[in-house]
């Protein structure tokens, strides 16, 4: 923040330290165990007194001196280049705070220098000891130089108690810096015996090549062994929750090592095959192939370690974005571009708000993140996110990538950073609001003079959301439901269910996404039931969220006592595709095809399973397969977190701090789609799903604290980040289990009297009785939505894409949009006058919200 950026776009995303380190720290290796496999090759020749053999250590002095004073030299100073490019505020701290040590190691490099040119021009020339002892002074310059630089490497990967004390020997002799020291010693004595290899494979003289080649080969044996405790104990010496995040936290730390794994025992083994006799084409082509070979394991160890720092360039003092951890919090306050120095806008207005988020972008993301290079392109990542997708994704990223550090800029920074990625080089935009076409209904006839049947009908779902891909996806099966109650009107009106047939028709052709359905209710206790309607709306402006079904109710003779027109709400509308990708009609929200296989492609990533496997060979992934959901009776896999838990859970970490902004990501309530969840007096007076649900976090916290209390170790990593909104701490939220203990009407309509809070804290009902869509009024026989209508569309409800479409019973029976029998209107059912509440207390009063 405090330097100029250095723009690279394709060759971003560390492309330059990749080609340049690695390759580097490989020759730098070699010239430290190098060094011992001169000295004691050349001992070897002496002691055996074989001209041919010292022919050859000075033939590889030769090749030694070319490779590492001249590649690894360019090299060398080709990082330090990159890196105060790339990262000069950390670069900065490597060198104030250890600058005794870089002193010294640059003395060390100069006597590398003059020892080994010494050594090579001295070869043959000199007594056979005192050239020995230039090879040893060599060999110790450069394994001094390796001491000195691994204390420095070390300190950005454990820095110990440096970030406290600011002390230099508390930062070089950090916690892995011994068993760092003793992997890279052993580490440098095998790559010395690749390199061997590979020059003593090209001898021409059989017998030296033979002798030679089983020579290097027991360089890649002997230290072998000691390599691998080396590595356990460097392991080992790593902190608990450093060990986690590399081996089980981070997906992309995977490859690296299992290659790394991989690598060993293939060094071995060929290591053993050269103590053989092989073929001179064999023998040369494995020695290449090892020498990659070896290139690739310490490619891969590095990788390792550099992901393990993250997210952090100075792990617990430096983030990746050059900001000091103890400065995050100011900056988080303050505002990135506020507080950076080489920046052209310090605010955000409409007029440059791509401008500062590509600013935002070269402080906070250049220096880990190509634009569509080979190395983290920051487009390939980000293709599957709308803006506010990116945005939300941005909020959350360090809780399950913690590769990522926490976002330091203000909430406008976050959005303008996540619009120039998401628009400014994707080309994806949010979803533009719906302009809604009004859906006309026919209300059916009733004559209270002559009709001596009601018929009420209701939806016990305020919202049937479908989220289906055949042959790749199940997340919301379809699934309607209708519920319907036949009264016959008298002094003393009566429910009817013998005797009497109750159907039901959708409107449609069965083309247009709209099939024709039709089927029997099947009779209960006083009510008439049908489940699992297989209605799939379609998505877009043209989608149907509002399908109607007309209700017969016939006696044995077929004769038609009653009829009623209800809504069965729909809607495909979940906003999957603002974070997973898949577009569909003017990049509508939606599960589509590529949208379900991305979100395998994640749960597989983050989870360790094979779901993407399973869906590209055919089969259907089902989420209530192994995530038990009420919703559907799935039990699923009990060791796991049921349905609603996991996938709350897991979002709310990326919603935290939206309030009822949050429930649109993915639910249908926003003017971006056709569908609403709420259309009742609730939202006609300014309520939203916040007021009664809870924040999100709130609403994740009960759900996961039901599960965390059953046992399941997953529930409190999803609770690690989350705060509660509402309540007090963590202990205070009221565990519950979904589509059971759910906000009802009475928690603030008690005992029906007008409400004196307007939010629901932590009250839920008991059990599935409790429901409002299961309770009945005081009789014990009506039901409370034959007369009030399903959850979220109480009457009166006012539907945008209709204002019939959700009252039609009241306009019906009593020609009005009011719950049935408000208002004294009780001659609906009542034949006779009611001075009495009947139903419920308070039901009597005049009717509050027309």
Request: overall charge neutral; glycine content about 8%.
């Amino acid at each position: 923040m405090n330097y100029p950026v250095w723009q690279l776009d394709a060759f971003g995303g560390g492309l330059w330290i990749v080609l340049i380190a690695v390759f580097h720290v490989y020759i730098s290796h070699f010239a430290v165990g190098g060094g011992l496999f001169l000295v004691l090759a050349e001992r070897k020749a002496q002691r055996e007194n074989d001209p041919a053999m010292l022919d050859y250590v000075r033939a590889h002095a030769r090749f030694f001196l070319l490779l590492t004073m001249v590649a690894g030299s360019i090299t060398g100073v080709g990082i330090w280049f990159i890196m105060s490019l790339l990262n000069p505020a950390a670069t900065s701290i490597l060198v104030h705070t250890f600058v005794f040590a870089w002193a010294s190691e640059w003395v060390f490099f100069l006597i590398e220098i003059v020892a080994l040119f010494l050594y090579y021009a001295t070869f043959g020339r000199m007594e056979s000891g005192r050239h020995q002892a230039l090879g040893w002074i060599y060999f110790g310059a450069a394994w001094m130089s390796l001491v000195l630089i691994n204390g420095v490497i070390g300190f950005m990967l454990t820095p110990g108690a440096w970030p406290k004390d600011a002390n230099f020997w508390s930062g070089f002799f950090n916690p892995s810096f011994w068993p760092s020291l003793f992997f890279r010693t052993f580490l440098a004595l095998i790559i010395a015996g690749l390199f061997g290899l590979t020059t003593a494979a090209w001898l021409k003289d059989a017998r030296l090549r033979t002798v030679m080649t089983r020579f290097c080969a027991r360089w890649l044996l002997l230290p072998f062994v000691f390599f691998v405790a080396s590595a356990a104990w460097y392991r080992a010496a790593l902190p608990a929750e450093l060990q986690e995040m590399i081996f089980a936290r981070m997906p992309s730390m995977r490859p690296y090592v299992n290659g790394f794994f991989l690598c060993s025992p293939v060094l071995v083994v060929a290591g053993l095959l050269l103590i053989f006799r092989l073929p001179v084409g064999l023998a040369r082509a494995l020695a290449l192939a090892l020498l990659l070979i070896g290139q690739l394991y310490i490619g891969c160890f590095e990788f390792i370690r550099e992901g393990g720092r993250r997210p952090y360039i100075i792990r617990e003092v430096m983030y990746s974005t050059s900001i000091l951890k103890k400065d995050a919090d100011r900056v988080r306050q303050e505002g990135v571009l506020s507080s950076a120095k080489w920046v052209r806008h310090r605010e955000i207005t409409d007029a440059n708000r791509l401008a500062a988020g590509r600013e935002l972008y070269n402080l906070l993301c250049l220096a880990c993140h190509a634009v569509g290079g080979p190395m983290r392109d920051i487009k390939q990542l980000t293709a599957p996110f709308t803006p506010s997708g990116l945005d939300a994704m941005i909020s959350g990223m360090e809780v399950f990538y913690p590769a990522m550090p926490p976002f330091a800029g203000t909430p406008e920074e976050r959005a303008a950073l996540a619009l120039y990625v998401a628009q400014g080089l994707n080309g994806r935009s949010d979803p533009a609001p719906v302009a809604l076409v009004e859906k006309k209904v026919e209300i059916p006839a009733f004559d209270p003079a002559a009709s001596p049947f009601v018929l009420l009908a209701w939806s016990p779902q305020s919202m049937r959301s479908v989220a289906e891909v055949k042959g790749v996806l199940s997340l919301l099966p379809p699934g309607n439901s209708l519920r319907a109650q036949l009264i016959k009107r008298g002094e003393t009106p009566e429910l009817v269910n013998q005797g009497v047939a109750l159907s039901y028709r959708f409107a449609g052709d069965g083309g247009a996404g709209k099939p024709a359905i039709s089927g029997e209710l099947t009779a209960e206790e006083d009510v008439f039931v049908v489940d699992n309607i297989p209605l799939r709306p379609g998505v877009g402006p043209s989608a149907d969220p509002y399908p109607t079904a007309i209700i017969e109710a016939r006696d044995e003779s077929d004769a038609l006592l009653a009829e009623t027109t209800v809504v069965a709400p729909v809607s495909a509308e979940i906003g999957c595709s603002a974070c997973h990708g898949g577009a569909g009609q003017g990049d509508r929200p939606g599960l589509y095809r590529e949208t379900a296989l991305h979100i395998l492609r994640v749960h597989d990533r983050l989870s360790g399973t094979s779901l993407l496997a399973e869906a590209q060979g055919g089969a259907t992934v089902r989420c209530q397969s192994c995530h038990a959901d009420a919703l559907v009776k799935a039990q699923g896999d009990p060791a796991r977190l049921n349905l609603s838990a996991a996938i709350h859970g897991f979002h709310a970490n990326y919603l935290r701090g939206k309030g009822a902004e949050a429930c649109g990501f993915c639910h249908p309530s926003s003017n971006t789609v056709v569908a609403r969840c709420l259309r009742d007096i609730h939202a006609a007076v300014g309520m939203d799903c916040v007021n009664c649900h809870g924040a999100v976090e709130d609403h994740a916290l009960g759900l996961l604290q039901q599960e965390r209390r059953a046992g399941k170790g997953q529930a409190a990593a999803l609770m690690a980040h989350l705060r509660p909104r509402s309540a007090g701490g963590l202990e205070e939220v009221a565990p519950r289990q979904p589509w059971i203990n759910q906000p009802d009407c009475l928690h603030c309509h008690v005992d029906f009297q007008a409400p004196e809070t307007d939010t629901v804290v932590n009250a839920r009902t008991n059990d599935e009785q409790g429901l409002y869509r299961n309770r009945t009024d005081d009789s014990g026989r009506l039901f409370c939505a034959a007369c009030h209508s399903g959850a979220h569309a109480v009457y009166p409800a006012d539907n945008p894409s209709g204002a019939q479409l959700d009252v039609l019973q009241p306009l019906q029976y009593q020609g009005n949009r009011l719950p049935l029998g408000a208002n004294r209107n009780c001659a609906v059912c009542h034949t006779v006058a009611m001075a009495d509440e009947m139903h419920h207390a308070n039901s009597l009063r005049a009717f509050r919200n027309e």
